[in-house]
């Protein structure tokens, strides 16, 4: 009987099926999915921005003679290690491999900012027009990140939500709708403790 109904109201069936689907949030994840890795290609778009202008920071640091080699050696690894890494839309489902990928933009953040804070030390090199402008984009590229970040959280905090919430949950398991991995610190504890303030007080007591 039921072949019957589906041979002469095939389109009443599907009308049917896609409301079925609609309300079991089978459309919602496909949104949300979609959502999140427009969000995630963006921070990927920043984090290579920030990638390709580094080999012009290097060679622009280079021209002081006597710059630091150890902190310009750090940077040039960190890159190396940063833009090693393979990446892929599966990467979103696998939370050690987007572990390993934080780590290694973490690292890359940090020698940067080292190597910023040692150029304050070189008078010539603060000077140099060249570094000055490459100084800027890198700090522009440093708040896309953090807002590119910030969008991807949102995003697959709804993903999450939808994907662990009941009935919808059922409608991930069927579609094999994995909840995705978001971004973390990698430094929790350091960060959890208060900063120490410290006026120079103190040494007076």
């Known amino acids: 009987m039921l072949q019957s109904i589906f041979r002469r109201f095939p389109a009443l069936v599907a009308l049917i099926a896609a409301f079925s689907l609609t309300g079991c949030g089978y459309n919602d994840f496909q949104r949300l ?3 999140s890795k427009a969000a995630w290609a963006e921070v990927l778009n920043q984090y290579q921005r920030r990638a390709d202008l580094i080999p012009n920071l290097v060679a622009t640091v280079k021209g002081e003679a006597s710059f630091e080699q150890e902190t310009l050696t750090r940077v040039i690894e960190a890159r190396a290690k940063a833009t090693s890494i ?6 979103l489902n696998d939370p050690q491999a987007m572990e390993r990928f934080q780590q290694a933009q973490a690292q890359l953040g940090g020698a940067l900012s080292r190597l910023l804070a040692v150029a304050e030390n070189y ?6 027009q060249a570094y000055q402008d ?11 990140i953090t807002v590119a970040r ?5 995003a697959v905090q709804e993903y999450n939500v939808l994907a662990r919430s009941f009935p919808t949950n059922l409608t991930a398991k069927i579609f094999s709708y994995q909840p995705k991995a ?5 430094n929790e504890q350091e960060i959890s403790r208060p900063p120490t303030v410290d006026f120079g007080t103190s040494q007076k007591r």
């Open 134 to 144: 490459l100084r800027v984009q890198l700090e522009g590229t440093e708040n896309r």
């Open 182 to 186: 978001g971004f973390t610190v990698t």
């Open 150 to 154: 910030n969008s991807y959280i949102k």
């Open 33 to 35: 999915d979609e959502q």
């Open 86 to 91: 393979q990446v892929t839309p599966e990467m």
């Open 123 to 128: 008078p010539n090199l603060k000077a140099n």
